[in-house]
DNA sequence: GAAGAAGCTGAGAACGCTATCATGCTCCGC
DNA sequence: GCGGAGCATGATAGCGTTCTCAGCTTCTTC
């Protein structure tokens, strides 16, 4: 059915081996072959079959990438920003939703390292062990890494930017802040809550009973904004740790009759479209979304080439955005 | 480095045809040959290679996606449909953003088809030409198709869809209604277009200067959206195209300081998590986008498993959803 | 003019799998 | 006891590339 070399060869009048040589360019061949085989090739309409080139390279030019939820801007930003930096290096991006379940994305890899990619980009899921990432070929992690796991991992200064959300908070007068957040396995969200402690306890304002641990959908974190807000004495400040919780300690307040930011500041964690569409324009923590997939595919490009050594982690910034959530402004 | 059938083979004292039997599950092998080479794969780690398998098998397992680009919620919902569909029927998608742009569109084709896919979902970019589609593994087009394409396609009723939101204005009493839409050039917005036309011109209230043309992201539809505000006859509704145009429209309207839906109504195509999160919720043609990719999945599946027949075009139902923004509620 | 270098070519061996075939072997019924 | 069916096994031929190698021709150099 498709035509391979031989058939092209065939048409030339020439040997396989002096048709592949040209397709392939390398080694000899007269300019006269050169020309007679480029001419059938174009008329017989080849295209080189990457499967067998694949078998014979070692390198299937590649890249998986596993991610809990495509649907999740963060995730999708991400996709985006190392399809970017991989693409023009001629790989291709394998994608796979684990919906953050350790066993799926357990399988996933493993499908993913049957395919033989050339390297992969993975955002553990929750509870995922480190056994996943022992062998295989070069991975890095994303977001968030797995305790033991010795791969290079690409990740945002989580403790910092979750910081900088509640100095915010504070320097505006608030004493009673909560935290709504995703379960605290995700090593991301684990950072984010140490840095939500850290900034309270020096002000001797930490309260435990302030952090409401949610899941990974918007229900989840409307559930656990409820809880927050459902309190007599409700905390007057939430800083929210993912896109999700943040939509749904927006749900939580609507459904309370919450004035924003007259009874209740917000800020978020992750910059999204929406942020300014809504009224008032949101508070966050903008994290360099594009520029972690980015980074990641430059750091798994380099392994690919070869490059040795420890592995790597490499931090972003975020960026505190205020706007008018928190009455700042 | 990697450890092949004959490695099993040789580690369970069995040929490397009896080990490839009972790892490949078919013909003949006696439960003592059973046992040992199943110990010795697991012992030494063996994954098959499904590089090596599609070579002669002729199916990588593999389905091809061409998106213009995954940050757009659309696109990801459709990419989640898909692999929702054909991840559990053993495949693995490989995604591409080809930017809106047929020419990039084209070379993704082509990378995609080098790489053997056993068949590929494609999101036509507008402009693209027939020939792209003529020959190659099965495909089917979403959400547009391209004229003179004769492949499966799995669209929305685009132009019912257009209309059910016109008709919603005019019942509401309004006579000059906008539309801010992204290129005809792209059929599934011809066919909003046409839809919007038809609806308006039975009332005899079709004029032609108030179809706004922009592009494909929020900064077009901004200027897009101005340019039919900016006029001292502003129409008193918009209908917007799809979910960039929408978002223009908004940021239009408040930078001009129109109250939704005092000065303006307005209607969006294309319901976002967010729609619901802004003030008054927005009044939207919902697609089942979801749907869209699933049923891509299906075709394309029936088609890889051997359906013949002529193409076959799918259309999934719109639902307009009557929030706040048209001033209905 | 001989020796070597350089240019060009085809044969053929991998890559790791699937799948066919021929060859034994055991067991059954008559 | 014997033919045939059924089971088990190893050899072996691809799949479509890449790439090495040997052989041949042509050009260069002293």
Same mark, same amino acid.
């Given at each position: 059915?498709?035509?391979?070399?031989?058939?092209?060869?065939?048409?030339?009048?020439?040997?396989?081996?002096?048709?592949?040589?040209?397709?392939?360019?390398? %080694?000899?061949?007269?300019?006269e072959?050169?020309?007679?085989?480029?001419?059938?090739?174009?008329?017989?309409?080849?295209?080189?079959?990457?499967?067998?080139?694949?078998?014979?390279?070692?390198?299937?030019?590649?890249?998986?990438?596993?991610?809990?939820?495509?649907?999740?801007?963060?995730?999708?930003?991400?996709?985006?920003?190392?399809?970017?930096?991989v693409?023009?290096?001629?790989?291709?991006?394998?994608?796979?939703?684990?919906?953050?379940?350790?066993?799926?994305?357990?399988?996933?890899?493993?499908?993913?390292?049957?395919?033989?990619?050339?390297?992969?980009?993975?955002?553990?899921?929750? %509870? !995922?062990?480190?056994?996943?990432?022992?062998? %295989?070929?070069?991975?890095?992690?994303?977001?968030?890494?797995?305790?033991?796991?010795?791969?290079?991992?690409?990740?945002?200064?989580?403790? !910092?930017?979750?910081?900088?959300?509640?100095?915010?908070?504070?320097?505006?007068?608030?004493?009673?802040i909560?935290?709504?957040?995703?379960?605290?396995?995700?090593?991301?969200?684990?950072?984010?809550?140490?840095g939500?402690?850290?900034?309270?306890?020096?002000?001797?304002?930490?309260?435990?009973?302030?952090?409401?641990?949610?899941?990974s959908?918007?229900?989840?974190?409307?559930?656990?904004?409820?809880?927050l807000?459902?309190?007599?004495?409700?905390?007057?400040?939430?800083?929210?740790a993912?896109?999700?919780?943040?939509?749904?300690?927006?749900?939580a !307040?609507?459904?309370?009759?919450?004035?924003?930011? #007259?009874?209740?500041?917000?800020?978020?964690?992750?910059?999204?479209?929406?942020?300014?569409?809504?009224?008032?324009?949101?508070?966050?923590?903008?994290?360099?979304?594009?520029?972690?997939?980015?980074?990641?595919?430059?750091?798994?490009?380099? #392994?690919?080439?070869?490059?040795?050594?420890?592995?790597?982690r490499? #931090?972003l910034?975020?960026?505190?955005?205020?706007?008018?959530?928190? %009455?700042?402004?």
């Amino acid at each position: 059915m498709t035509v391979t070399v031989r058939d092209v060869a065939r048409a030339a009048g020439v040997s396989q081996a002096t048709a592949a040589r040209v397709l392939g360019e390398y %080694g000899y061949a007269s300019d006269e072959a050169r020309v007679r085989v480029h001419a059938s090739a174009t008329e017989l309409g080849y295209t080189p079959n990457g499967v067998a080139r694949a078998l014979v390279s070692r390198a299937t030019q590649t890249i998986g990438l596993v991610v809990g939820d495509i649907e999740n801007p963060f995730f999708a930003a991400v996709a985006r920003g190392l399809s970017d930096v991989v693409e023009p290096q001629g790989y291709t991006v394998l994608l796979t939703n684990a919906d953050e379940d350790p066993e799926r994305e357990r399988r996933a890899m493993l499908a993913l390292r049957s395919r033989r990619v050339d390297g992969m980009v993975v955002v553990p899921a929750p %509870g !995922a062990g480190r056994e996943a990432f022992r062998d %295989g070929p070069p991975l890095v992690q994303l977001d968030r890494s797995v305790r033991g796991a010795a791969t290079d991992a690409v990740m945002v200064h989580n403790a !910092a930017g979750a910081g900088s959300a509640v100095d915010h908070l504070l320097a505006l007068g608030h004493t009673r802040i909560g935290m709504v957040t995703d379960s605290p396995q995700i090593s991301s969200s684990a950072e984010r809550i140490a840095g939500y402690r850290r900034a309270l306890r020096a002000k001797g304002l930490l309260d435990e009973s302030l952090i409401s641990v949610g899941g990974s959908s918007q229900a989840d974190g409307l559930v656990a904004a409820r809880a927050l807000l459902d309190r007599p004495d409700r905390p007057t400040a939430i800083f929210t740790a993912n896109n999700f919780m943040t939509h749904g300690a927006l749900l939580a !307040a609507r459904e309370l009759r919450l004035r924003i930011p #007259r009874d209740l500041a917000l800020v978020g964690f992750d910059d999204l479209d929406w942020t300014t569409l809504v009224d008032p324009p949101l508070t966050v923590v903008s994290q360099p979304v594009g520029d972690l997939g980015r980074v990641a595919g430059e750091r798994l490009l380099a #392994r690919i080439g070869g490059e040795d050594g420890p592995p790597r982690r490499v #931090r972003l910034a975020t960026r505190l955005i205020v706007r008018g959530s928190c %009455g700042a402004l």
